[in-house]
């Protein structure tokens, strides 16, 4: 869709799709962060170009929705529960049965052959449109909508796209993290502060979400260092708790993490320190610990995604959304934080929403002494998702 279309269909929802459950609440109901909110159209701008895919939109009733699992939603918590929110969220936006879903769960992003085998049990069940949510996905659902161009594909982070049929879907999720990295600083009485990554630094995602998280701790912490575990998967429970025993064993007393698991969380408050969730609210797994979590709200893009194949509007191109789209954000403090910790992000917040900080503004200089960027400029989008491969200056990678 144009730049226009994503955001109008975000900005009318909210008149009457809203999920269940975003009123006032006494306990953590995960449904709120997939509300859909928003209406301005920065960062919802398409990168591809090419021949939009003639389409003349399906009937709502014969729409049928596919879904590509890393792992089990019912884990509670990490990376594909907080999708699988935002699929629930959309199929109750739009009005869809449970038999109009198709779930293929416990995926592995590293086989091929299974990635195949669970699009193609999709497409035969008769879905419309198949997300597959993980980055291990990509090549082989672009092979996929090569092979069925009548069908809708949108693959979940990494970057490839026709500009047709099958589009890339991610998120500035860098800003929510430079507002935890804020948390972060701001709470640390070490000053050692743990990362948990499932990749290493030719992952731009990852990367780039650990620089931000870096340059959030420090604008109001320069004594603070990051100290980062990298597990080599996107989803190993085992290698994500050694890691982030590790990092405790160091003394970190504030950890963070983009991993799949809680473990991060629960080791912490076995060990009485200060954690930051991912993917959705975990202070329910760690109450004493979790300061905040960086959250996804999926919905606001499914929703748009599949009414747009409904209206005939889907075009290829690709969406990028941000805290304006509420696409990302963070939680609410938890009310241990240090005295004035709730200011100073939400100060960074307006000046995030209002363009006066980009994350990744001017020069800065990385861990090796070397520097990137330019004075007052912002490193552009295609740099951000692909280009960064180098630490900001308080990162230390644990061998």
């Known amino acids: 869709m144009k730049k226009k279309k994503w955001?109008?269909?975000?900005?009318?929802?909210l008149c009457g799709c809203l999920l269940a459950g975003c009123g006032a609440q006494t306990e953590i109901d995960d449904y709120a962060t997939n509300s859909v909110d928003g209406s301005d159209e920065q960062g919802t701008e398409s990168s591809v170009a090419g021949d939009n895919m003639t389409?003349?939109?399906?009937?709502?009733?014969e729409i049928k929705v596919g879904v590509i699992h890393l792992s089990d939603p019912a884990e509670g918590s990490g990376y594909?529960?907080?999708?699988?929110?935002?699929?629930?969220?959309?199929?109750?936006?739009?009005?869809?049965?449970?038999?109009?879903?198709?779930?293929k769960i416990n995926v592995a992003d590293t086989d091929a052959a299974a990635t195949r085998t669970a699009i193609q049990e999709c497409i035969d069940e008769g879905c419309n449109i198949i997300f597959t949510t993980s980055w291990g996905y990509m090549e082989t659902t672009a092979e996929m909508a090569e092979e069925y161009p009548d069908i809708y594909f949108s693959h979940g982070t990494g970057y490839m796209s026709n500009g047709k049929n099958f589009n890339n879907?991610?998120?500035?999720?860098?800003?929510?993290?430079?507002?935890?990295?804020?948390?972060?600083?701001?709470?640390?009485?070490?000053?050692?502060?743990?990362?948990?990554?499932?990749?290493?630094?030719?992952?731009?995602?990852?990367?780039g979400g650990i620089d931000a998280f870096a340059l959030g701790i420090y604008s109001v912490n320069q004594d603070a260092e990051v100290y980062v575990k990298v597990t080599n998967s996107w989803f190993d429970p085992e290698g994500e708790k050694t890691a982030a025993q590790t990092l405790l064993d160091m003394g970190c007393d504030v950890i963070a993490q983009h991993c799949d698991t809680?473990?991060?969380q629960t080791l912490a408050q076995e060990r009485g320190v200060y954690s930051i969730g991912y993917n959705s609210d975990m202070s329910k797994n760690a109450p004493d610990a979790c300061l905040c979590s960086v959250i996804w709200n999926w919905s606001a893009y499914y929703t748009a995604a599949v009414q747009s194949v409904i209206e005939g509007t889907w075009d290829g191109s690709n969406y990028y959304g941000g805290m304006t789209e509420n696409l990302v954000g963070i939680t609410a403090l938890a009310d241990f934080c240090a005295d004035g910790t709730e200011e100073k992000v939400e100060e960074a917040k307006k000046q995030i929403l209002a363009g006066e900080n980009g994350v990744f503004d001017g020069v800065i200089e990385t861990n090796t002494g070397e520097t990137v960027g330019e004075a007052g400029k912002t490193l552009d989008d295609a740099t951000i998702t692909g280009g960064i491969n180098w630490y900001f200056k308080n990162v230390t990678v644990v061998e």
């Open 7 to 13: 955001s109008g269909w975000i900005a009318a929802l």
């Open 55 to 61: 389409s003349t939109g399906i009937p709502k009733d």
């Open 80 to 103: 594909t529960y907080t999708h699988d929110l935002g699929i629930q969220g959309m199929q109750q936006n739009l009005g869809l049965s449970d038999e109009q879903i198709v779930r």
């Open 169 to 207: 879907y991610f998120g500035r999720i860098y800003q929510a993290r430079y507002l935890s990295g804020i948390v972060a600083g701001m709470n640390t009485e070490t000053d050692k502060i743990g990362y948990v990554a499932a990749m290493d630094s030719e992952n731009s995602e990852v990367t």
């Open 262 to 264: 809680e473990y991060p």
